[in-house]
């Protein structure tokens, strides 16, 4: 059964303490992986894509990687404004069909 | 740009009653879908269309109805509504590249649905 855990639910952080947050994945046929982010009360907004084992991206205090079984979202000098909900979510392709599947979150405050 | 645009924003619901949640996007996108999202479940889709007249059953369908007859509508029913669907519904949508949604989704910002 295809799966995507993310890890940790909750994370506290000081402004400027940095950290990683963990999506893993059990899947076949992936086709991508992909992190957003959700502020509360609105509609999650697209943050990363990542296709290849050893693929990076950045985005200000954000960089993303990937292995062949899990992604990384570290995020670096975190600010207030950096709090929020952070969702990953793969893309199996399928001959029934493609979808986006996502992960339960990691709840991400950020501490002045 | 109004993006993805969903309609209404909160509805109380009585068990047994029908409803359906509007979905517009203005962006020309082929593929559109519906999600939930429950607290400690993350997002679960429901439906997804990646075009007019095509329509397809995500991981949690049952209870939900859909329709595509157009390129920017995507509406979702609630036929008999029960408090299992209590939830905050979210459309999205994006292109397609080769047949395949291209994951970077964009969304409305989501409908709370309340069933008593």
């Known amino acids: 059964e295809d799966q995507v855990t993310q890890s940790p639910e909750a994370l506290r952080l000081q402004e400027g303490e940095s950290s990683s947050l963990n999506c893993s994945y059990t899947v076949s046929g992936l086709r991508g992986l992909f992190w957003y982010r959700q502020d509360p009360g609105k509609g999650p907004e697209f943050l990363f894509t990542l296709y290849s084992a050893g693929e990076e991206k950045e985005k200000e205090r954000l960089k993303a990687t990937l292995t062949k079984k899990e992604s990384f979202l570290h995020i670096t000098a975190p600010k207030p404004e950096d709090s929020a909900t952070y969702l990953c979510?793969?893309?199996?392709?399928?001959?029934?069909?493609?979808?986006?599947?996502f992960g339960g979150g990691t709840r991400v405050l950020v501490k002045p | 740009n109004a993006g993805v645009t969903q309609t209404p924003k909160f509805q109380v619901l009585k068990t047994g009653q029908s409803m359906t949640l509007q979905c517009a996007q203005d962006m020309n996108h082929e593929y559109m879908s519906w999600y939930r999202q429950d607290p400690g479940m993350g997002l679960r889709l429901i439906h997804y269309s990646v075009g007019a007249g095509i329509t397809d059953q995500g991981e949690v369908p049952n209870g939900y109805n859909v329709s595509r007859s157009t390129t920017e509508d995507f509406p979702l029913r609630l036929l008999s509504a029960a408090p299992s669907q209590t939830s905050v519904y979210f459309c999205?949508?994006?292109?397609?590249?080769?047949?395949?949604?291209?994951?970077?989704?964009?969304f409305g910002e989501g409908s709370r649905l309340t069933v008593l």
């Open positions: 999205a949508s994006t292109l397609l590249a080769g047949g395949t949604n291209t994951g970077e989704l964009f």
């Open positions: 979510a793969v893309r199996i392709v399928k001959a029934a069909g493609n979808k986006l599947t």
